[in-house]
């Protein structure tokens, strides 16, 4: 599986408004909603609420990757987001949060959804692709990036 053949380029956000964990994943979870037809933000915002509730998904070197499962979708979706300034998303690390990946997935993906998070986290392993990523100035060079990424697995 190819992360671009899951992003939701439409739905991804250079430079996020928001500046409270809650509020981005609003941000995001609209920016989503608004480009794929079987989301709706309200149900989405409460499933990623339920899994931040969990354990947070700030999975360090200001990378976090909010997802979770919603009824209804038939197909596996992410989208990419960028804080200039950083959030606090309770990280392990402690560090503000830049980076993040939304991924979204059927209520019945199986290990589909694994694969998908192992695999984005991957990644975000290379501190060089984060370094792209931090410094594009569109969304067209993080898409590449991406791309660039994908090639490599």
Known sequence: MKITDILVREASILD????AKDD???????????????LE??????????????????????????????????RLVAAFARSKGGVDFDSIDGRPTQ???????????????????????????DASFREKLLGASELEEIFRAIEEEDAKF
């Not at 996020?16 to 500046?19: G, H, M, W």
């Not at 981005?24 to 079987?38: D, K």
């Not at 339920?50 to 070197?61: D, P």
């Open 99 to 125: 980076l993040l990946f939304l991924l979204v997935v059927p209520e019945q993906s199986g290990g589909q959804h694994l694969k998908a998070l192992a695999r984005i986290s991957r990644f975000f392993r």
């Open 16 to 19: 996020l408004k928001s500046t």
């Open 24 to 38: 981005l994943l609003a941000e995001m979870a609209g920016a989503l909603a608004a480009a794929e037809p079987a």
């Open 41 to 74: 933000a309200g149900q989405l915002l409460t499933v990623l609420r339920e899994r931040e509730a969990l354990q947070s998904t700030g999975i360090g070197e200001g990378v976090a990757i909010p997802h979770g499962k919603v009824d209804g979708l038939d």
